[in-house]
């Protein structure tokens, strides 16, 4: 590493030269993250100061971004996974003078730039995915940006395997990543390395900053490893910059990424934390919180910056930055509009599939020859269901990408239609994705894919949602359409014992905000799940789905499965002015609640059936529909879930009866556990009789 | 890899050479697993068939047990992160003669064996610590098991830092980890990995069963990498053995594992999955399920085994294990006995100590000098509060060990006291354990800290929780009295932003069985929280602690905290006949409700604040307590917490109001942020006097 030296040789202006006006754009990136930090009196300066002439370099001399349309299909992906240093990103979406599409609007002004971390201003803390344009994910949970951009570089190369032609190549974008010590520590990341070399991803690049410090001290206080070798183990070609301030190192590092096409690349970068900072740089103290009035002012000195100009952008930095990466973004995405008008006239199906993928819309009949299951008693496991129609769903989509964690056998996830195919270093357009046993990459990956416009789903057991749940919060909070299909859903598991048998999973996703958890009674609720999370734009789904056969409710005598689009529906009523015990059970709890209705039924008791696959779809629909279904006057009432009781509270009040797991599971067939564990139709009889003893007649 | 041969050259009996034995005992251990998983028709066979060998040469001719004493603290320990490899270990166990503590009952018996995967057996589906004796560790959940066993090598290294003397070697036990490709998958052993290379813990063996095939199929249609390049890269030592029958390789590697002094070692075996399975073997067809019976009784021809016998232990099996495995341990464990006596006369206190480490016990006073806070209205972060009464608590317990995930100066958990320091390389008894940037490593470490009998802790932003959320489940499976910092425990975290406010995690963790979750109002609180997660001896706890400055509330006019115990207490109460209102809250939002208290108090308006530190604690007081505090007559009532509503009718009915966030936060100063989420006087004010206006009187 260089030792730190002053950068700007020339005065502040004129900057004559290309070279100086390169300095000048990221001397105008370090200072404005400076001055925002200093400010907001919080948030990262460390980073930005330290990886300012990379990322300007990157983005001046390679990234292929339109700003004036940064929805561009075949732009290249430029994640930050290393979100702290969000004024990093912001700094060069100002420059860049990426727009609002549709707009002359600046994504980021000087004015959001002032407001960096204010209430309600477009410069967030950490990069935000759908709030300020020009951020391609929303990261800061270290690790996850580098795991979707996983799933980015798979999209892109399955998209050109999908869709580019002889001499059409209407796909061919790179995902560079800019990443950290934490990034690189973190499971998830370590997870998509591995998959990202057996994939021979030769479309990523993860440039990782090696500063030496973090927040405890020195890096080497808890991480003393190989970077290098451990990558070049996994299959990536590494490349070194000795110091981050030569950009000609840099140019060339990028350029060796770009004429390799076998596999990855992660370029390691030498940098100094806070550089130009005199008393904090290459210090834990540069990692966080400004840097201090008088240390402001000292920093500025050194980059021959005035001290007493804030949010400085000095004349000839936008023109400078407009020049080049402005112009390549520009003309390039005109070439490529062109090629795609003669693609589309070639092709007009094809295209046209591409626009409905473009605009993360579904083709037209996308649920065509959907399965209606007959009624049977015997039934069928609701994974083996999920598998018959995601099969249906996934060709009439064809762009739905997915797989499981190792477990698609179990999952029932595999797409078996003509065509589907494994996805594979040699096969980069295969529908299935074999995740390896990277539940936490596989999450990642699938907000990755998404965010290119894919639809996206992963599968593991719900127990091990636990494993990817910080991925399926960022699903959540960046609005994502994908689903997780989460088998194995209860202690049906049976003998695997508790530490496969989910509890308190379903309650734990229930309180995901946005996240739609959905647990069909049987086939044919099932098919309505499906409908459900494919009617999704911006919400991801999780489908809790049973390892054993549920029997398959005869819907000529029960009410119809489409009830599962509001959540919760009557299922089973019965009529007359008799006092009523209300039953709500998701899942395979439903039909033991039926038998129960039945007996309650030839007894002349009044009861109803409440099927509830859904907590969230019912809590949107209007309070009349509600209260139809859960009448307020009704307080006899019965849950049934053969997971934690956490929550049901809320509709059963402080007096109704919940009948649930109050503690982890165990090992033994699972109709063994059902009678243990209490869910047997004398317990949930009897439960329901105490109901109706103790509570008035509505 | 060999090509399969039959390994039996004799016939069954006699076995007149000692190798002729090993190989006796290793197709029992084979033979075992196939009647076992064929009676129950349910479990894997695959793994143990191809492992016996290692396994038996590991658990023959080196593991340190004491088969009458599996408690004896100087054990090696063997860790099976494969845990569906149960019957493995099973075998093992009831083939080592392992007894219950104090009787000569088998820990796992023939019956249990036959009872496989059966209810209330000893033999569960999974290896479950605390249910059957000689299980080190709950496994199944794939990587676990590798980070639980980095725990117990850094647990055996400080102990021996902190409690050998010089000729006096109390520990030196070496900790045996068997783990798979799925294992080695996992982001949490990759994490565990680096940090035991850096820690260079020479006393952990990992022995990797590769055997190229997974559930999906081979396992290069995800895992590609070369593994023995990239624990080298971690800095251990890797070594071979190419054939997993040939137990003199494996003698081979285990000795150079014991001669290696500056690092950890993977042995890389290479083995056949369902070994001797004429159609099973090696395919994915034998990871699980059972063989078949016309199957059954092939490989059993293949073995020279008799083809009718079931869960057959020949003369003589028996008898060969003890007389060497049995045997070391308890000579071993009797000089091991005779030392520690001479070391408790040397030092009768420090041998008091370990004696009620043993029995993970506190010491005595382990709770002196805890401090007691003044009134504050400006007041302390709960944060703050925590650092200074953790350092008291882990001065008083000198076996307390723990540390944060990058983020202690964040944490407030560094132990700054004299001679606590960070526990390094070259300072193996440190007690800041710095675990990098690696949440769900540090969980499962935690785990195996404190299997080893040590108090052991680790610290992250509450947020971030969900990393490490598979781990926090185990230790509450395992129970386990280990104990999580969280801090930063809501929007109160500010300008972060949305990706580091939690929302829904209170809710979460309030849903895992048997954990504890705090979170503490004020400073004194906090000190009454730790002495709760001190007094655990089966139960982890988590800790939620805010990163701003709450009062101090004055305990003289409110509740004292001593009411934490109880889980939620009265902290103020006006008195007289008017109609109440009863304000809950936890955390930072007590003070709050105190607020609203007064202004409804100068009012003439009946009110009670209940503070509400613990939701599990306050479930299991009597009845009696809890409808004081909560009087079921009394409805009006306002719930407040800066988290997801989600839960929280169970305290305020169907009628209650609640004060939370329904959905993610937002990035902005936190007071901002509290105005704008309706966290405020005036609102809590609104809607304790709508539920007052709302009710009858009670």
Redesign the interface.
Known sequence: MSSVQNPATESLSPANTAQALDQLCINTIRTLTIDAVQK?N??HTGAPMGLAPVAYTLWQKFLRYDPTDPTWPNRDRFVLSV??ASMLLYSLIHLGNIRIPGTQEPAVSLEDIKNF?????RT???P?YGFTIGVET?????GAGCGNSVGMAIAGRWQAARYNKPGQTLFDYDVYTLCS???L????A??AA??A??LQLSNLCWIYDSNHI????KT???????????F????WNVLHVEDANDCDATTAALTTFKQTNDKPTLIIVHSIIGYGSPHKQNT?AAHSDPLGEEEVRLTKRFYNWPEDAQFLVPDGVLEHFAGSFGQRGKTMHAQWSNLFDQYRQADPQTAGQLDTMFARQLPENWDKNLPTFPADAKGMATRDASGKVLNVLAENCPWLVGG?A?????NKTKLVFEGAG?L?PGNPGGRNV????????MGAIVNGLALCDLRAFGATFL??S??L??AL??S??MELPVFFVFTHDSIGV???????QP??HL??L?????LITLRPADANETVEAYRVIFNQTARPAALALSRQALPVIDRTIYGSAEGVARGAYILADTEGDAPKVILLASGSEVSLCLEVFERLKKDGKGARVVSMPSWELFEQQESTYRDTVLP?AISARVAVEQA?T??W??YV??SGEIIG????G????YK??QN?FGFTVDKVLEAALAQLASTPAS
């Open positions: 907001a919080s948030g979100g702290h971390r204010q209430n309600g201003s967030p803390g950490h935000e929303t990261t800061g949970p270290l010590d934490g990034d520590m973190e499971g998830v370590c997870e591995s998959l070399g057996h973090t927040i405890e001290g080497d206080l808890a991480f003393s490893e190989d970077v290098a070798k451990r070049e183990s996994y299959g834990s499981s190792d477990l698609a056998p179990s494994a594979e074999h995740f390896g046993i990277r539940e936490h990459a127990v091990f636990d494993y749940r910080p919060r960022l959540a909070l049976g003998e695997d014992g508790p530490t496969h509890i308190e309650a734990s229930r309180t995901i905000p946005h307020p934690s956490f929550g509270e809320r009040g402080r797991m109050h503690g982890f165990a090992s033994a067939p063994a556990l243990r």
